[in-house]
């Protein structure tokens, strides 16, 4: 059972404008929401978190919105760049645990 | 500061062999977690080691095992190996409960494993 879904498993976008990338979830435990992003032969790296008692999280051009009652959260990149081009995952964490749970992904590509 | 090293990068085994992946974290970290990539399953959750104690498990079987020494460092075990095995190993430290959330776990860059 995917308990984190990422329904679209890619994403093209014109440089300068916004990639939104979308995560669902299912378990009402979750209280901790990250995005990662990764580049191919490396580790995912770390770019914007959020908590459940928070519904938006800003740093630079990157906004986390969520919105529980939907379950469900979203990465807004603003304005979009090419070297923003990586796989976007989400990853959901239950209270008090270090255990991530991992959507499966969405590839974005930012075009000139 | 040095990030998340993890050892070997690249690996062959044949079937039926046993392996055994390498991870030292970010000095200070005592939290370290593993997790399989592979390109159906994305990233699945293995397990988390915090001050050498197993805290949590993920739902792989039992040829999957993995210890942490009093230096914070991990290792990775996997017995009797299967094609389907094949994956990117990788593990992410933090300073331990919740801080990992506020400031995100760290990822090493992982280590490639091919079952032949």
């Known amino acids: 059972d995917q308990q984190v879904k990422q329904n679209s498993p890619s994403l093209s976008v014109q440089e300068g404008r916004i990639s939104i990338l979308n995560c669902d979830y299912t378990?009402?435990?979750?209280?901790?929401f990250l995005w990662y992003k990764k580049y191919p032969a490396e580790g995912p790296t770390f770019l914007i978190s959020i908590s459940s008692i928070k519904d938006k999280n800003e740093d630079g051009r990157f906004t986390v919105f969520l919105n529980k009652s939907a379950k469900h959260l979203s990465l807004h990149i603003v304005p979009s760049q090419p070297g923003d081009s990586a796989v976007y995952f989400c990853?959901?964490?239950?209270?008090?645990?270090?255990?991530?749970?991992f959507g499966t992904g969405t590839r974005l590509q930012v075009f000139p | 500061k040095a990030g998340v090293t993890q050892t070997p990068r690249y690996l062959i085994k044949t079937r039926g062999q046993q392996v055994t992946l390498s991870c030292s974290p970010i000095?200070?970290?005592?939290?370290v977690s593993w997790y399989q990539q592979t390109p159906g399953q994305g990233l699945q959750f293995l397990f988390e080691?915090?001050?050498?104690?197993?805290?949590n498990k993920g739902n792989f079987p039992g040829r999957f095992s993995g210890r942490q020494f009093s230096n914070s460092r991990s290792e990775m075990n996997v017995s009797t190996l299967e094609l389907g095995d094949s994956a990117l190993y990788l593990c992410a430290s933090s300073w331990g409960v919740n801080d990992g959330m506020d400031y995100g776990y760290t990822f090493g860059s992982g280590t490639r494993l091919t079952v032949v």
């Open positions: 378990n009402s435990m979750f209280d901790y």
């Open positions: 990853a959901a964490s239950e209270i008090n645990t270090d255990k991530l749970i």
């Open positions: 000095s200070g970290h005592r939290s």
């Open positions: 080691y915090f001050s050498e104690t197993q805290r």
